[in-house]
């Protein structure tokens, strides 16, 4: 079957020596790109989710590391190493949930230890070619978790998916949206069921823009209307991103995840997750260990600019949910389809 070109946004990537993101946060009326070298830009960027995507923010995280460094390189030694830990730390801490953010930093800071007896320039150098290294594996991990999440799908599928796991939550095609990207590639008839995705609206406002601008049949969900639609539409299956999976396979992703899981199982409906060994947390037994961001109670109150609650009103801001291993049908990863049990081929990857 011949292959057909597709529009595959860009969200994060390298412009000369910033770091330059699509601002999600205007999307789907305008689209924007900008460029950052500041580390306070790095961070209010990942905080109020210009750049989102547990693999994106790691990304960002490592290349915006390295680009706010770009102007202390001339200084002394003491002065470039302290200010590396200093914004290091800031950046990995910006948001909690994600692995991939401090996995992330992590291994740019590695990198800079390992120079520890090198000039300024030459350790940058060293850094700026690991945030690279970082970019590339996600763009070649995010094709090939499309590849084994392919033969998931055939023509005429339908798949429910939740939130934002495409192109613009990673350096490449997607998690979640990676095997639908390239089963449009490829002629297949994919349809997609895109659950808004309260508060923020990441599920119609992003994928529901990635999907249409590549040519892909979007249907577009109220996140209450989710259960209703597997028992009114043919679903094939779900499938969702994550933002940390802990070894026992217990996923935190974006809040109503768990919601979805148990309507799937209640309809019999296959529920996968797709993510990148990246988005495995060893350290943590199961999904009770798993930090839960919880965001500001205006997100809900008037995320848009126009009240929706009263201002008076508590909110529980919780960014994400836990949805336990047992309501998972596999985990879609660069190493194949994989179950609980079987993430021993993940490890120190």
């Keep these: 079957m011949a292959s057909r070109s597709i529009d595959v946004p860009r969200a994060v990537r390298w412009h000369d020596d910033a770091l330059r993101i699509i601002d999600q946060t205007l999307l789907p009326s305008e689209y924007k790109e900008i460029d950052l070298v500041e580390v306070d830009d790095v961070i209010e960027a990942i905080q109020s989710l210009r750049v989102r995507g547990a693999p994106a923010i790691g990304i960002a995280g490592a290349i915006g590391l390295v680009a706010s460094l770009r102007q202390y390189v001339e200084g002394t030694g003491l002065a470039f190493r302290a200010r590396l830990a200093e914004s290091a730390e800031r950046i990995r801490s910006a948001r909690p949930t994600a692995a991939n953010?401090?996995?992330?930093?992590d291994r740019v800071t590695a990198v800079a230890d390992e120079k520890a007896d090198a000039d300024n320039a030459e350790a940058w150098d060293a850094m700026?070619?690991?945030a690279t290294a970082i970019l590339e594996e996600d763009r070649e991990m995010c094709r090939r978790?499309?590849?084994h999440g392919l033969t998931l799908l055939r023509d005429g599928s339908t798949v429910l998916t939740h939130c934002n796991a495409g192109a613009l939550a990673t350096g490449g095609i997607g998690t979640a949206l990676a095997p639908i990207y390239l089963a449009a590639q490829q002629g297949l008839k994919v349809r997609v069921l895109s659950g808004e995705t309260r508060p923020l609206l990441q599920g119609s406002r992003l994928t529901a823009?990635?999907?249409?601008?590549?040519g892909v049949d979007v249907l577009v969900l109220t996140d209450n209307a989710a259960a209703a639609a597997m028992s009114r539409f043919d679903l094939d299956l779900v499938i969702v991103g994550a933002d940390r999976i802990a070894a026992n396979g217990d996923?935190?992703?974006?809040?109503?995840?768990?919601?979805l899981a148990i309507a799937a199982r209640h309809h019999v409906i296959p529920f996968y997750v797709a993510a990148p060994s990246s988005t495995f947390d060893f350290s943590l037994a199961g999904g009770d260990d798993i930090p839960i961001e919880e965001r500001g109670g205006d997100e809900v109150r008037g995320a848009f600019g126009r009240p929706t609650a009263p201002d008076s009103v508590p909110v529980f801001g919780a960014a994400f949910d836990v949805t336990p291993a047992e309501?998972?049908?596999g985990f879609i990863t660069e190493r194949g389809i994989l179950m609980p049990g079987e993430f021993e081929v993940l490890r120190g990857m």
């Design 128 to 130: 700026r070619r690991e």
């Design 145 to 147: 978790i499309g590849e």
């Design 327 to 329: 309501l998972v049908t």
């Design 101 to 105: 953010l401090a996995w992330a930093v």
């Design 251 to 259: 996923v935190a992703n974006k809040i109503g995840t768990y919601g």
């Design 209 to 214: 823009w990635e999907l249409s601008r590549a």
